[in-house]
């Protein structure tokens, strides 16, 4: 129960100071987001504020890595829209609350742990498309309204902004040359946000986030609230609405593991730690079971965040518990100097976290990659950019490179052939006998003018499914039809019991036979 229950990882050094001030960086750049998703899918700002609120907490406390910051991301909330639209905040609290059920369940059966089959040119593909998203994202905030109505700004205030987003990336690009004991995007707000405030500089503020004409009801117009209080969603316990929510709550549990357990193997890379990917699953299914029953819009790991946070020195639980705790207690007291905080301080910080994330790697890898891998992350970073569809981008790179390795390996069937000189012949089988490779493995053998005895080997082969077995079923039948004595050798007990004529052709050789298992077979 320990490592499940480990806050502030006391196995490790803590640089508290280190973590405490990337928390507040983290929330800093967290709330305008939340804000902005939340207002765009028509809900009230603290719908926004307490999912990121609760999806913090409880995921740096019980998720599956230190570092890993979630929230009220955009690729969940994305997915819930249209319920919004069509049947309203209860039925969207319903939906989340499924959603979180189900990644539960995914953590029980421990299934997290096939993110390990997404291949490298997919997560380079993932994060380069991220990466571009969220350079995207801050384009946004050069318009004044949200959708079809917005309007970019233009003339003094459109120079106002952009000098003050050059100015934080300044900030932060040359800080770090003189002191890295604060975190450079965190003494850039501050000082964008003095200067603004002091010198009376007219920008766009949080405020003006939250004061969109979009937004229905003065009284959401703020960002004080109280504490969540519990709230069973009311939607009918009907199977009728059920079939409404469903399809909602698995495409965005499907989308958050998915953004969710990619994200964590990131971080694995940068901090060179491993993470646990089943407890993450459990984490976010918790945290968002959580917001459907106190209010939050619920959420996934973020990774824009996740990485202001690894890049303001965290490596451990507490800053993720500290962004949480400061979201709270600007919900509570806060709101009006949060409110205050230039937008350009923060696209500034978001901005360099784009250029941060982007794989620039990825382009020197391009003269060593293979073009079926080029062409992987090419497709993935044009749907994540695109469709803003990240578990859809993921899956497609997955079955092409799946389809792209079963190709490859399907050409690396072959046989030696020989006769010895008790005029027997021998097909000595190399390489994997899979269903991809039957087909390649049947044109091997000449039936009508082979030998009256014949040896298949498998010693350097592995009979892989049961298209393999039924392939070899189908090749036994063709030479005991001809009459022809036909001995295998050198398959595994599980093939033996599988094939239909092994008493008749399988030559057993007990000290070398493999022992492996065909896979999806059931023994017989």
């Not at 299934?111 to 991220?130: A, E, Y």
């Not at 910080?349 to 293979?370: D, Y």
């Amino acid at each position: 129960m320990n490592k499940y229950f480990n806050l502030f990882d006391f196995s490790q050094k803590v640089n508290y100071k280190n973590e405490v001030l990337a928390g507040l960086t983290v929330a800093m750049t967290m709330i305008p987001e939340s804000l902005m998703f939340a207002i765009l899918a028509g809900f009230s700002p603290l719908v926004g504020l307490y999912g990121a609120f609760i999806m913090g907490l409880v995921t740096a406390i019980f998720g599956g890595r230190p570092g890993l910051i979630s929230g009220g991301a955009g690729a969940t909330v994305v997915v819930i829209m249209a319920l919004m639209a069509s049947h309203g905040l209860e039925y969207v609290f319903g939906a989340i609350v499924l959603a979180g059920i189900i990644q539960l369940v995914v953590g029980i059966l421990k299934l997290g742990k096939f993110i390990r089959l997404v291949p490298q040119p997919v997560m380079f593909g993932f994060v380069n498309g991220l990466a571009i998203i969220i350079f995207m994202a801050q384009m946004d905030q050069f318009k004044i309204g949200v959708g079809d109505a917005a309007t970019w700004i233009t003339g003094p205030t459109m120079y106002t902004m952009l000098g003050l987003v050059l100015f934080t990336i300044a900030i932060i690009v040359v800080v770090p040359k003189f002191t890295k004991a604060v975190p450079a995007s965190l003494i850039a707000i501050i000082v964008v946000f003095i200067l603004v405030y002091f010198l009376n500089i007219e920008t766009k503020q949080v405020v003006d986030i939250i004061n969109q004409d979009t937004l229905p009801g003065e009284d959401l117009k703020s960002l004080s609230g109280s504490l969540p209080s519990f709230h069973i969603p009311d939607v009918p316990f009907t199977w009728e609405d059920f079939k409404v929510i469903f399809p909602y709550g698995l495409i965005m549990a499907a989308v958050g593991l998915t953004e969710g357990l990619l994200t964590l193997n990131l971080v694995d890379e940068i901090t060179g730690t491993k993470g646990n990917s089943n407890r993450e699953c459990l984490a976010q299914g918790g945290a968002n079971i959580l917001n459907g029953f106190f209010g939050g819009m619920g959420g996934c790991p973020m990774i824009a965040q996740t990485l202001v946070n690894l890049s303001a020195g965290s490596r451990a639980r507490l800053s993720g518990i500290i962004a949480a705790l400061t979201i709270l207690i600007i919900i509570l007291f806060g709101a009006p100097v949060i409110e205050l905080v230039p937008i350009a301080a923060l696209v500034g910080v978001m901005v360099m976290v784009a250029v941060g994330t982007f794989e620039w790697a990825s382009f020197k890898a391009l003269r060593r990659m293979p073009k079926s891998d080029i062409f992987v992350m090419i497709l993935v970073t044009l749907i994540t950019v695109f469709l803003h569809n990240l578990a859809l981008a993921v899956l497609i790179g997955v079955i092409i490179s799946a389809l792209v390795f079963a190709w490859e390996s399907a050409k690396r069937i072959r046989a030696r052939k020989y006769i010895d000189e008790e005029g027997v012949k021998h097909y000595e089988i190399y390489g994997p006998l899979f269903f991809g490779s039957v087909t390649t493995f049947n044109e091997k053998f000449d039936v009508a003018n082979d030998p009256e005895e014949i040896i298949i080997d498998f010693k350097e082969s592995r009979v892989s499914d049961m298209s393999a077995i039924e392939s070899l079923n189908k090749l036994t039948e063709r030479y005991l039809q001809a009459g022809k004595k036909l001995h295998l050798k050198h398959l595994s007990p599980d093939c033996i019991q599988l094939l239909e004529n092994a008493e008749k052709v399988i030559d057993v050789n007990v000290m070398e036979d493999p022992t492996y298992r065909v896979v999806g077979a059931e023994t017989k």
